[in-house]
């Protein structure tokens, strides 16, 4: 915002007068002088009987010379010296009269420079404020723009809410149903009790053959017992069958008294292959899906543990409402990531709800 300077007071005109008083005081001296020069000028007046000089000599007669000054020029010297003495006098008390008017102005002009000092000090103080005032207004401009830019998104937020709103109110409300199910009194599963296996990872469902698997390595460590029962320690791998393979370790244990020789699965584990097919989802909860066709084949009051990672929980949730349908018993058995299927004689049975 531009702002125009206040005008300057008009000050007073000192110099001007000051010339003038010097001429006058010029034209007087020259007056003087003059007056001074005429007066010394002026004739002698003498007696008006001068003394008759007269010489000795008889042939020659002096001439006697009367030195007598007119009436009328004196009279006139002394009237033109009276009226320049007069006018001296006058001069002089002009003279002083411009003095004193002089020191008259000079002394006002003083008053005006300290008024104006003042009213300059006053004007720098009040410029001072409103260029406060001025970077106020302007941050309070500012302060405004932004309150009145936050206003006008906050009424754009709330028509597209108001807009939404109205467009949720036309729909029709759609009733969700909550099921609720007691969750049974989960028991441990027998050694004799029939249980069939399956895999959830990745949001994937797979059978795991364990019986085959089982009878597989069981069939093998038959073939290689005279081996297993002279070293200590044997390892072995069966399948693939149905996209898994088994692992194994054989430990031969001995009696104290070394009468007797055991030889025991220390520890096996299901690993799945590269290749192996598993049902999404959408394709097992499908009336057809193979998990669906696994289940059927199964005998009645039958165990379906679930082997679940932690990236396939909700889909357990779906394939556990589907097996308790068909009357089956569930049991779960939750692993970490990246951690395989393992058995051991040392391990826990299946808790089935």
Request: net charge neutral.
């Amino acid at each position: 915002m531009s702002r125009r300077p206040p005008p300057a007071e008009q000050q007073f005109g000192s110099d001007s007068f000051l010339d003038v008083v010097a001429n006058v005081v010029g034209i007087l001296i020259i007056l003087m002088v003059l007056a001074g020069v005429r007066a010394s000028r002026a004739p002698v007046t003498l007696t008006p009987n001068p003394p008759t000089i007269t010489t000795d000599e008889p042939k020659e007669l002096a001439s006697t010379q009367t030195l007598t000054a007119s009436p009328d020029d004196s009279a006139r010297h002394r009237e033109e010296l009276a009226a320049l003495q007069s006018q001296s006098e006058s001069i002089q008390d002009d003279l002083n009269v411009l003095r004193n008017a002089t020191a008259d102005r000079e002394t006002r002009l003083s008053e005006l420079q300290s008024q104006d000092a003042a009213t300059r000090n006053r004007l720098a103080s009040v410029g001072a404020n409103l260029e406060q005032e001025l970077s106020a207004l302007e941050q309070n401009r500012q302060k405004l723009e932004h309150l009145n830019a936050a206003a006008q998104a906050v009424r754009v937020k709330l028509k597209k809410q108001q807009a939404e709103i109205a467009t949720v109110e036309k729909q029709p409300h759609k009733v969700q149903t909550l099921q609720h199910r007691i969750t049974p009194v989960s028991r441990v599963l027998k050694e004799n009790e029939t249980e069939l296996h399956f895999r959830c990872f990745g949001g994937k469902v797979a059978p795991v053959p364990v019986e085959e698997l089982v009878g597989r390595m069981k069939t093998q460590m038959e073939r290689q017992k005279d081996f297993i029962v002279r070293a200590k320690r044997y390892s072995g791998v069966v399948g693939p069958v149905r996209g898994f393979s088994v692992k194994y370790v054989v430990e031969r244990e001995e009696s104290f008294a070394g009468n007797f020789i055991r030889v025991v699965v220390s520890q096996w584990e299901i690993v799945p292959e590269a290749d192996l097919e598993a049902e999404s989802s959408e394709a097992a909860l499908r009336n057809d899906s193979e998990f669906r066709n696994e289940i059927r084949k199964a005998e009645s009051g039958s165990t379906i543990t679930f082997w679940v990672y932690p990236d396939s929980f909700s889909l357990y949730r779906q394939l556990q409402a589907i097996a308790h349908r068909e009357g089956f018993t569930v049991a779960a058995r939750p692993m970490p990531a990246g951690v395989p299927i393992m058995f051991s004689p040392k391990g826990s049975r299946s808790a089935a709800q």
